[in-house]
Every structure is written in structure tokens, then in C-alpha cells.
């Protein structure tokens, strides 16, 4: 009744497949995959896909993917890949969000405040944030005019186009008219190219949306 659970998003699948799959034979446990995405598919972003290394890749993948006692994915579109090309059954079990418990106007304001003494472009001051303020009697309210608050994650892996949104986010500001807020849009997450598109954003300010590349903590992502 033992298993392994390999959550795999392809980018080390060998030697890390074979390894896994050894493993659960050794001690008579079960291989369960959580497939993302291939490995294959992101070794050809480096190669020309006609290149021996990506078609050996491939088999590899293929291959162990096959002795898995279980597949899943987060998508229907993986589902229908895997059983097409490969012949693996794979259930899709799609991404919900946790159950997010409303943060009252002083809550955003001290998340906000205390996210700002390291990320500043989430506070004006010690008394304003991006969305609230405080008024005579120092209470936190929320600004009549405020920004929009977007929050993304990424790995910065070139398989997570980040100059999709790049795009739609320079769309918005060409569009932009007073009937429309002005965002803010916060980038969790680390990864190879995530210095690469802080030059970009650096080189190219947009004058209705700013973007700010960050590292939350488990607990603050639901709160933000």
C-alpha cells in the first residue's frame, strides 16, 4: 500500500524517472506520476527537436511514464496528450485555491505595510499602502483612488512564457483611461530567466503599471 509520489514538471526526468521507478520496485512500493509538462518538450527549447539527445529524451520519458502504477496532470489537455501519443491514462485533477479567509481593511493594511518595508512599491509611507490609508483617528481605511493589486507566480522556466502577460500588461497601459485603475502587479517565484525580465521591465517603465518581482511566504500568498 507504499508509494512514491514523483510530482514531476519534466525538467529533470533523467536520470530522476529511472531512479524513482528502481526505487519502488527495490521496495515494493507504487510509482505515481503527477505530470506538468515533458521534459523532452523543454530540452528542445535548447535543442533543434530533430536532435538525437531530444528523441532519446523522449523514449526515456515515454518509456518510464509507462511503468507508473498511476498518472495524474493538472490539465484535460495533458490528459488527452498522454493517452493519445502514449498510451498512459492519466486522471486530471485540476488546481482549486484554498479556502481564503477575507482579510479585514487592517489586516491588508499591516500585510501591506509590513510587505512594503521590503518590496516598496506596496507602500507611500508608514501610514499609506497601495490600496488603504488611515484617517484622523489613525484608522486604517481604503483609498477612494487606489491601484489595482494582480499577483502572479512563475518559475521563470522558458515552458512559463512570462512575455504573454509582459505583453498584456504593456496592452493595458497603451489602453488605459481614467476609468481605469492603475496596477500594481506583484511576480512570486525564482528561476533562470527571472533576471532576464527584470532588465526587461527595468528598460521598458509603463506609466499606469508597475511591476515588482518578489518572494512571499507560504502564508501570505492567501492573504495577498
Known amino acids: 500500500s507504499s508509494g512514491i509520489n514523483a510530482e514531476y ?4 526526468c533523467i536520470p530522476v524517472m529511472a531512479v524513482v521507478w528502481f526505487t519502488c520496485r527495490l521496495y515494493g512500493a507504487r510509482m505515481i506520476i503527477d505530470w ?7 530540452l528542445g527549447l535548447k535543442l533543434p527537436t530533430t536532435s538525437p539527445v531530444v528523441r532519446a529524451a523522449r523514449m526515456f520519458e515515454r518509456f518510464f511514464g509507462r511503468l507508473a502504477d498511476e498518472n495524474f496532470c493538472v490539465t484535460n489537455a495533458m490528459s488527452h496528450d498522454l493517452v493519445k501519443n502514449w498510451g498512459i491514462t492519466a ?3 485540476h488546481d482549486r485555491p484554498c479556502k481564503k479567509t477575507k ?3 487592517s489586516q491588508k493594511h499591516d500585510l501591506l505595510l509590513r510587505l512594503g518595508k521590503q518590496y516598496p512599491i506596496l507602500k507611500e509611507d508608514e501610514a499609506t499602502t497601495i490600496l488603504t490609508t488611515t484617517n484622523a483617528d489613525g484608522k486604517p481605511i481604503k483609498r477612494t483612488k487606489r491601484s489595482a493589486l494582480i499577483v502572479s507566480s512563475t518559475s521563470w522556466t522558458p515552458d512559463e512564457d512570462f512575455s504573454v502577460l509582459l505583453d498584456a500588461l504593456r496592452a493595458y497601459n497603451s489602453e488605459w483611461s481614467e476609468d481605469f485603475p492603475d496596477l500594481v502587479v506583484a511576480i512570486t517565484g525564482n528561476g533562470p530567466q527571472k533576471a532576464y525580465y527584470q532588465g526587461l ?3 521598458s517603465p ?4 508597475q511591476v515588482v518581482t518578489c518572494w512571499l511566504e507560504p502564508e501570505d500568498y492567501p492573504k495577498l
Open 9 to 12: 514538471g519534466g525538467k529533470t
Open 36 to 42: 506538468h509538462n515533458y521534459g523532452y518538450t523543454i
Open 91 to 93: 486522471y486530471a485533477l
Open 103 to 105: 482579510l479585514s481593511t
Open 201 to 203: 521591465i527595468r528598460d
Open 206 to 209: 509603463l506609466e499606469h503599471v
